[in-house]
């Protein structure tokens, strides 16, 4: 692998590497190779670094979401037509080692796997994550305080993720050409709220009360995702905004309900010791610092 400068980020990603062998998230059988901490960066030098090449079937099969094969004619670092090829990190290189030249290399560091997974595009993957707050109350109406902290705690609402399991923010992928507040709209009003099956009048009730809330949101992070379906060539990334329902009486009072990818969903006291998806939960805690809110 050729050496370069490489722009490490704030904090090893851990998620989508570990320092012995793994299998990757959502194939047994594919192990990415360990890699650990000190060979992370690009810029130490590896000359054995040989990681598997591994692109996952339904990917190669090109859906409309997933570039083709073949690097010819992907414009990297830029708007390539519709599709946002530009990372949040800035620049990213390109691999130049014989066989993988032209891939956009991870700017976060090795991962132990090359290709894309899961992944359907070469370079980043472009996300979006809606964190919608309320405070939490107790039955007469008023908010509840960590005697401990003697802070108030917030809520958010979370849902269980179809592919993993687990608790996550209600995001998803930004389509090509797609305005990411288009996204985060949607990705809420169908995973929390399942509009997607809603009667048509329910739908443009709660289609009014989502557009008010998120009219006024707060961009709380903007960047690479430790996500565990990275791999050296293509990796997430993503936007979050808080939308926060200080009143609790728009969209904090409606009755949640899970649907498109997601099976479970709930407003979620936040604090320090939430287990979630990828790093939702270093962008929960950003919420948390917003409000001066109980962690
Ligand atoms: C999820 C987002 C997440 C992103 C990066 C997307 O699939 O829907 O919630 O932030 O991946 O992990």
Not at 23 to 38: A, K, S
Not at 140 to 158: D, E, M, R, Y
């Amino acid at each position: 692998m050729a050496r370069r400068a490489g722009n490490m980020l704030a904090r090893l990603h851990t998620n989508c590497r570990k320092a012995n062998p793994v299998p990757y998230i959502r194939d047994d059988d594919q192990m990415r190779c360990g890699v650990p901490d000190e060979k992370v960066p690009w810029h130490v030098p590896w000359s054995s670094y040989d990681p598997e090449d591994y692109t996952m079937k339904h990917v190669l099969s090109q859906p409309v979401w997933a570039d083709p094969v073949s690097l010819g004619g992907l414009k990297f670092n830029s708007l390539d037509g519709k599709v946002d090829r530009r990372s949040h990190t800035g620049v990213y290189e390109l691999d130049s080692d014989e066989g993988t030249a032209g891939r956009p290399l991870n700017p976060a560091g090795r991962t132990g796997l090359k290709g894309r997974g899961t992944l359907g595009k070469w370079g980043p993957n472009h996300a979006a994550d809606p964190i919608v707050t309320r405070w939490k109350r107790d039955e007469s109406g008023n908010i509840v305080i960590n005697p401990n902290s003697s802070k108030q705690i917030l809520q958010f609402v979370a849902i269980v993720r179809r592919d993993h399991g687990v608790w996550a923010i209600p995001g998803g992928m930004i389509d090509a050409g797609e305005n990411v507040n288009v996204t985060l709209r949607r990705e809420f009003s169908e995973e929390a709220m399942n509009t997607l099956e809603l009667e048509p009048g329910k739908v443009l009730e709660v289609s009014k009360q989502v557009d008010e809330l998120f009219a006024h949101g707060i961009e709380v992070y903007r960047g690479y995702v430790d996500d565990p379906r990275n791999t050296d060539n293509a990796w997430m990334e993503t936007i979050a905004y808080n939308f926060h329902d200080d009143s609790g009486v728009s969209v904090g009072a409606f009755t949640l309900n899970a649907g498109d990818d997601a099976i479970g969903v709930k407003w979620t006291d936040i604090n320090k010791d939430l287990k979630l998806f990828a790093s939702h939960s270093d962008f929960i805690k950003k919420v948390a610092e917003l409000h001066n809110a109980d962690w």
